[in-house]
């Protein structure tokens, strides 16, 4: 613990800048996978807890691409797509046949697709960690902002993301497929009566929500290096944001994103070996005091 | 045996029960009638503790239960059945029953002994012949059919000998003919047993058939109370329930 | 009796002794019923092969560590094998994944040993899981060669001690020395006062930065620490780390991360352009894996040789890291060699004691010297005190874009390694 | 009734008297290795059985318990040299008290926030348990080894003492937790698993029997995580982490969450399973989750669980 250090921080500006930019950074990539993930729990009812994988994928794939066409914008739009299809074929095949049984079947299908997934990658692309490298375009030195330093991929970054949020925020809110969407979570059978494809709307619910995932390991390709397994502390931490921020809302998902990224950025600072054990804190501290997260419904 | 006043709730700013004053004597078999929304259920949970009122006294006997939690007031004598059958659809008739009675002799908690302790045995198999489940006392509760789970919900109220017994639309679901069966077997029951039974029913025949008194919800207060007779003719009644009945023929 | 039995017999404790009629029994008993009821662990009959079981990690992040490991494993168990084996019996390698997990490997540690006859143990484990394997060697007593964790106080640390395990890894405090020698020079050429460290916050990182650290101060009492940063294992995303040196503007930074984690974090601060104003010393950098999966590697980046077929620049070496390359495709890692290392040392002392007895051959090791390519001077020495090996190669460098990657490689001075290692050790209570 | 207790007994004795002949059956020290482990993992799953099985509450963090008891198990042996039995009850004590909180906090949310919630605790302690170096070795986990002084001409540094201590310890247990499951408090916990608000309306104070059910699942938890520290002579971060608890469901599902014998059997084949996949291939991930994706589409009922509901049914169809 280094109080004192935080404190030091705290009363310079350039640090303070220079930290929280470098928190909501993290935070953005966070929120991709969190959105995803809280989006599949507010309509399905379901813990994607393969939703890590998903990002793994995302990232693999992304890698796969720039390799053979050098086209940034290929790769991200391609594996997003890519995983956007898994997600689908994964909801119908294997989802879906267990949304009436008991959390614990779901658990243990996404458990499985964690552990088949890993394996699959690491025969496909090798065990070794591979790493894609910035595209050309990105390859320029750091803006300063007021003594704060902001790398211009993670400009690009925060913009794909708030732009991202912005869509999905106007998708679920402004259209009909948004309010099919919401009737569905609220009551599917209701919603079916109605003469409204129910198993169409949770396939694409899965489908976005996988797009999302693969969305932020594309992004997250030129900064991450990749191996087996990278999806597993991006799920914990994901896991994390959308209990904080609710379960189901995507508002809070930006917000506890944003919320963790900041809490890590300064608490490498203040109590640099105690970060991920405030993070479980703070998740304890919110399920006492409000269990369905800061931004979700009360049930 | 049960007096309520002043009782008071409100839901989100909607005042679901606004102010009921009412008394049910002892071993007396009452009625509770009102259109959809009037606040019956909502009266049940508020005397069974499912929520606590916002004002107002509910006795039983001499003793304040307002505000006790549900198995509190459950252990001082009310029983409850519900609209929609509320058992274990995992136990089987007997173990359901056995449960209930365990749990009244506050055996529920004892780890030395095994499961069912000897004595509940006789009490359980008098439930069951009571509501006629003795021949499918070693089925499964979720297997049963729609009304032998209602009378099993019964069962298990009156397995905690309840002073006064509350049942939520006995007869819901039902076909007319199991209807009638149903709350002859109800009416039986409350002979036998001469404890203080109010129900909620729609049917309007088996409530003039059977209801002693009856009392008449309306948006969370009395509307009337009185015999078969006098609700029959009474004009507020008859606006209430023809009211709505306009309303729907309209809308 | 032939040699399978001995570690039945080592193994037997006193109260096992009486018993030997009933034992009689049991193995009549199991013998009948070996075919019908064959519980999945039925050991083997003597005259087979030497088993050498591997505990080590083939799944998850760490795969590399395994997969590289038993490649190595390979190439010298064929050889000595094609060389006619230890009087006609062959050596087989038994690998097993213990997934990273400490617990993991000690029950596959017994499992090698008590179900699969394994007479010998490598273990490729990473520290945690060797410590594990330790305590199961210390119980079952075969051989074992830790391989790969190069936390000093499994061998430094006499309470952690055991009579017969030994170590063929690089050590921590070696590292140190050379790293804070090397480092300091570099730092007095070019005026580096300001220093700051990120590792990763296990076992190994914490170790090993305290421990550069503190003979940084000792060598250079004029440098200046100015902060550290405690990434998590396996951390994806550096970036609070990054900003967090950015604000302290060290002049230098040392960091132990190492394979993906190092990759990460470059790739990461490259955008920051950080080592546009601070130098780098990662002590893991050197390693092929890793040169080759940095996309766009700067170059003046200061590390030590984990392993480089250009050094020790000996024909054998490069010779051994083209064989390798040639058989898997890849090059060697820094756990390779010091598998390969393992197994001259194994083989040296089979043919030497022409047994596999745990203790046999732990007393031939105690103090063995080997030829190696491996060797700073040519040979490797097995240090009878600890049982953990000295004169290795090692040395620090600075890299290159392309092959090879590090050119020039300033070798430490083992004389001095070993006068500071033994003030070390006094000073923690250790000699 | 009596008697019934009494047969249990006998049959308890008797299952004590088949593990102690089996090492006959099969020799060397690879089975008993696989029995002490099996112990520790079969109290630990059917320990959360009670949870997730009978009370109807799915904790996703009983490794909190498992870990919670391997360490202050081994602290107290390694840091205050007491004698084992001390350690145990102490050990128990401790696991009771922690229990005792956690539950009461986390009893009060519903489903999947109980699970969240029992997750967060245990990721909180494994946060701890990394950060606390001084005291737990941090991620290195203890080092130094477990000291077992004898007690009572017991002495656990020997294998087949140490197998005969594991044995009595999984017969104690299943006893004990049969017996819980048989008794009135058992079906109280069914009832509740089945239908808590009706449970409430007959007189449970539905809160006090979750909790109590929880604190005997989190000693019982933690008796597993004890004798996994004195089988590998240490404790490790990665028994409080949360794959610890998903195991344990695994075991559960795979053996069977609706009979009390469902997590043993998981457990037996979950641990055969590991062992023979990881020598076969090294493709032991994809194996796995291949078999978990059978169980969870497939075969649900878990392996007893089927077997007794087939036979159930070959005896209906008979009559």
Not at chain 1, 38 to 62: E, R
Not at chain 2, 24 to 49: D, H, Q, R, W
Not at chain 3, 303 to 315: D, N
């Amino acid at each position: 613990m280094d109080p004192q250090a935080l404190l030091t921080c705290l009363s310079t500006a350039s640090c303070v800048i220079t930290q929280t930019t470098g928190g909501l950074i993290s935070g953005m990539l966070l929120f991709l996978v969190a959105a995803g993930l809280s989006l599949i729990f507010g309509t399905l009812k379901v813990v994607n807890f393969m939703h890590g994988s998903l990002y793994m994928l995302g990232a693999y794939f992304a890698y796969t691409l720039y390799t053979a066409t050098g086209s940034f914008t290929i790769a991200v739009v391609g594996s997003a797509i890519g995983v956007g299809l898994f997600g689908l074929v994964f909801e119908r095949l294997f989802m879906s046949r267990v949304y009436n049984t008991d959390v614990l079947m779901q658990l243990l299908v996404c458990y499985g697709f964690i552990l088949i997934l890993d394996d699959a990658v690491k025969i496909i692309w090798g065990a070794e960690f591979l790493s894609m490298g910035m595209p050309a375009a990105f390859q320029r030195p750091p803006i300063m902002i007021a003594g704060g330093i902001l790398p211009v991929y993670y400009l690009f970054l925060i913009g794909v993301t708030l732009g991202v949020a912005l869509l999905l925020g106007l998708l679920l809110t402004r259209t009909r497929v948004g309010k099919i969407v919401r009737a569905a979570a609220v009551n599917p059978t209701m919603t079916a009566a109605l003469g409204i494809n129910t198993a169409l709307v949770f396939g694409g619910v899965f489908a976005l929500g996988g797009l999302l995932a693969g969305l932020s390991g594309a992004l997250a390709a030129p900064v991450r290096s990749m191996v087996a397994g990278m999806g597993f502390s991006i799920l914990i931490e994901s896991f994390i944001v959308t209990v904080i921020g609710g379960m189901g809302s995507i508002g809070g998902a930006l917000v506890g994103a944003l919320l963790i990224g900041l809490v890590r950025s300064f608490g490498t600072i203040g109590f640099p070996l105690f970060t991920e054990g405030v993070m479980f804190l703070f998740m304890t501290l919110v399920l006492i005091t409000k269990p369905s997260g800061l931004f979700g419904k009360e049930q | 045996m049960l007096t309520v006043e002043n009782l008071h709730k409100s839901f989100g700013g909607v005042n679901a029960i606004n102010g009921i004053d009412l008394e049910f004597g002892e071993g007396t078999l009452t009625a509770v009638i009102g259109p959809n929304g009037a606040g019956k259920t909502s009266f049940f949970n508020l005397i069974t503790g499912a929520f606590a009122p916002d004002r107002g006294r509910i006795l039983l006997g001499t003793d304040d239960i307002a505000g006790l939690s549900s198995p509190d007031i459950v252990k001082r004598g009310i029983g409850r059945a519900f609209q929609i059958a509320s058992i274990f659809p995992s136990l089987t008739v007997r173990e359901t029953i056995l449960g209930a009675v365990n749990t009244h002799r506050g055996w529920h908690t004892k780890l030395r002994r095994r499961f069912p302790l000897g004595e509940a045995n006789a009490q359980a198999d008098e439930v069951l012949e009571l509501v006629g489940l003795t021949a499918k006392a070693e089925k499964l509760s979720g297997n049963l059919s729609h009304g032998d789970q209602k009378l099993l919900d019964i069962a298990l109220a009156l397995a905690l000998e309840p002073r006064v017994l509350l049942l939520d639309e006995p007869t819901a679901g039902m076909g007319p003919e199991e209807r009638w069966q149903m709350i002859d077997t109800v009416h039986k029951l409350w002979q036998r047993k001469r404890m203080t039974l109010i129900f909620i029913e729609h049917d309007m025949d088996i409530v003039f058939k059977y209801a002693q008194t009856i009392r008449v919800l309306s948006y969370g207060t009395v509307l009337a109370e009185g015999t078969s007779e006098e609700i029959r003719n009474h004009p507020k009644v008859i606006e209430a329930y023809l009211g709505t009945a306009y309303e729907k023929g309209r809308g | 009796m032939g040699d399978g039995n001995h570690i039945e017999e080592e193994t037997m404790t006193d109260t096992q002794r009486p018993r030997r009629t009933r034992r009689g029994f049991i193995k009549a008993a199991g013998a009948l019923t070996a075919s019908g009821l064959a519980f999945p662990y039925v050991s083997r009959a003597q005259d087979k092969p030497i088993r050498v079981g591997v505990p080590t990690i083939l799944s998850g992040r760490v795969a590399q560590l395994g997969i590289s490991s038993r490649n190595a494993l390979q190439i010298d168990v064929d050889k000595f094998n094609a060389a006619g084996g230890l009087g006609g019996r062959k050596l087989e390698l038994i690998t097993r994944d213990s997934k990273g997990k400490p617990d993991e490997a000690a029950n596959n540690t017994r499992q090698l040993i008590n179900g699969d006859g394994c007479e010998i143990i490598i273990s490729a484990e990473s520290s945690a899981g060797a410590f594990a394997v330790q305590e199961v060697i210390r119980e079952l007593k075969v051989l074992c060669i830790h391989t790969n964790s190069e936390t000093s106080s499994l061998s430094a640390d006499p309470k952690i001690r055991v009579p017969t395990a030994f170590r063929t890894a690089r050590q921590g405090i070696h590292d140190a020395i050379v790293s804070a020698a090397y480092a300091g020079s570099v730092a007095k050429a070019k005026g580096l006062k300001t220093w700051m460290s990120c590792s990763p916050d296990y076992a190994y990182g914490r170790d090993n930065t305290s421990l550069f650290l503190e003979y940084m101060k000792r060598f250079h009492p004029e440098i200046e620490l100015v902060g550290e940063a405690w990434p998590k294992l396996f951390q994806a995303d550096y970036t609070e780390n990054i900003t967090k040196i950015l604000q302290a503007k060290p002049q230098a930074l040392y960091s132990c991360l190492w394979a993906g984690d190092l990759v990460s974090f470059l790739d990461q601060s490259g955008i920051y352009n950080l080592f546009a104003q601070t130098t780098l010393f990662a002590i893991n950098m050197a390693d092929y894996t890793t040169l080759t999966a940095v996309k766009n590697l700067p170059a003046g980046i200061h590390s030590s040789s984990r392993y480089l077929k250009t050094f020790p620049a000996v024909p054998e070496n490069a010779a051994w890291g083209d064989a390798y390359k040639a058989k898997f495709g890849d090059f060697p890692t820094n756990w390779s060699w010091e598998n390969s290392l393992a197994m001259t040392f194994l083989t040296t002392a089979l043919k030497k004691t022409n047994s596999t007895d745990g203790a046999k051959l732990a007393d031939a090791m105690r103090g063995m010297k080997v030829k190696s390519p491996f060797g700073a001077d040519g040979t490797v020495t097995m240090r009878a005190e600890d049982q953990t090996t000295i004169g290795y190669a090692i040395g620090w460098g600075t890299t290159i874009p392309k092959e090879p990657y590090v050119p020039t490689v300033t070798p430490g001075d083992w004389k001095s390694i070993l006068e500071h290692e033994a003030e070390w050790k006094k000073k923690m209570g250790f000699a | 009734m009596r008697s019934t207790v009494w047969l249990d007994i006998v049959i308890a004795v008797a299952a004590m008297a088949v593990l102690l002949l089996l090492p006959l059956v099969f020799p060397g020290k690879a089975f008993s290795d696989f029995m002490i482990r099996l112990s520790a993992f079969a109290i630990f799953a059917t320990s959360l059985n009670l949870l997730v099985g009978y009370t109807g509450l799915v904790s996703f963090g009983h490794g909190l318990f498992y870990g919670l008891g391997a360490y202050s198990f081994a602290l107290m042996m390694q840091k205050l040299g007491t004698s084992i039995p001390v350690a145990f009850v102490a050990t128990v004590g401790v696991s009771a008290v922690v229990a005792t909180v956690v539950g009461a906090i986390c009893i009060r949310l519903k489903e999947i926030y109980f699970s969240f919630l029992t997750l967060a605790f245990q990721m909180l302690l494994h946060s701890i348990i990394i950060a606390w170096t001084p005291l737990t070795g941090g991620d290195q986990g203890l080092t130094g080894g477990v000291p077992r002084p004898p007690f009572l001409g017991i002495r656990l540094d020997d294998p087949q003492h140490l197998y005969i201590f594991c044995c009595a310890v999984l017969v104690v247990s299943l006893f004990i937790m049969w017996h819980l499951v048989r008794s009135p408090f058992g079906y109280t916990m069914r009832m509740i698993r089945d239908n808590p608000r009706r449970a409430e309306f007959l007189g449970v104070h539905v809160w006090r029997v979750r909790l109590l059910a929880f604190v005997v699942a989190g000693v019982f938890g933690s008796v597993g995580g004890l004798l996994m520290s004195l089988f590998v002579s240490s404790a490790y971060p990665d028994f409080a982490y949360w794959t610890v608890s998903g195991e344990a469901v695994f075991m559960i599902l795979m053996g069977g969450i609706s009979v009390f014998f469902g997590p043993l059997v998981g457990a037996v084949m979950l641990l055969l399973l590991n062992d023979v996949v990881t020598r076969v291939t090294e493709h032991y991930s994809l194996m796995l989750g291949i078999i978990i994706l059978c169980f969870a589409l497939g075969l649900r009922k878990g392996l007893l669980g089927f077997v007794l509901w087939a036979w159930a049914r070959r005896r209906a169809t008979a009559n």
